[in-house]
């Protein structure tokens, strides 16, 4: 008789065995399922709305309103300036570019930065016309570059500007910017305006 007691104990506790290790192959397969599931999936972050409509920012890519909105911002940063400004300005371009690509920006900033001081040349930029490829992370943004001399504008000229792109996660990164010259002549790359 005890023979029998301790062989139904013994089955029961295998099928309880059996059970839970069961149990936790499935919670472990759905797990795994899960984080597989979580890292594939694209990432959003809804910003507050600053213009129009909220802003929604994914992994899947950059999205034109994002492009559109960061470009301006960037050609405000980049070509407003002025002698007292030039050590923010400079750090402020380098804050938001590619890591790498800071080395090159640095250096093309560097010697706008080394023209510039001590005298007393601003340039600030006016926006009438923006291209946007979010596609190929690049912006091209025309507009009047006005030149100040002390208090008087000394030159008023219509200038394109190239701006490009890098987006990582959820990181976008500016990796070069120039002047756009017209003509036969090829883009001027760079920061050099």
């Known amino acids: 008789m005890e023979l029998s007691y301790s062989h139904t104990i013994s089955q029961r506790i295998l099928r309880q065995r059996n059970i839970l290790a069961v149990a936790a192959a499935a919670l472990g397969a759905l797990t795994l399922l899960l984080f597989t599931v979580g890292l594939s999936r694209d990432r959003e972050i809804v910003l507050q709305p600053v213009l ?11 999205s034109r309103e994002y492009l559109e909105m960061i470009t301006r ?13 030039l050590e923010y300005w400079m750090n402020a371009v380098l804050d938001i570019a590619s890591p790498r690509t800071q080395g090159k920006i ?3 900033l560097l010697k706008i930065v080394n023209e510039q ?9 006016t926006i009438q016309k923006m291209e946007i490829d979010p596609k190929n992370l690049r912006s091209e943004v025309t507009g009047e ?32 910017f120039g002047m756009v010259k017209t ?10 305006q």
Request: proline share 3%; aromatic share 8%.
């Open 73 to 85: 911002d960037t050609v405000v940063l980049t070509l407003d300036r002025s002698p007292q400004n």
């Open 117 to 125: 001081r001590g005298s007393s040349i601003s340039q600030f930029f």
């Open 106 to 108: 640095k250096a093309d």
């Open 183 to 192: 003509g036969a002549a090829k883009d001027q790359q760079g920061s050099d």
């Open 52 to 62: 129009r409509s909220p802003l929604t920012i994914s992994s899947a890519g950059v």
């Open 145 to 176: 570059l006005h030149t100040i001399v002390g208090n008087k504008v000394i030159a008023s000229e219509n200038r394109t500007f190239r701006y490009d792109w890098e987006y990582s996660g959820l990181s976008l990164k500016l990796v070069g």
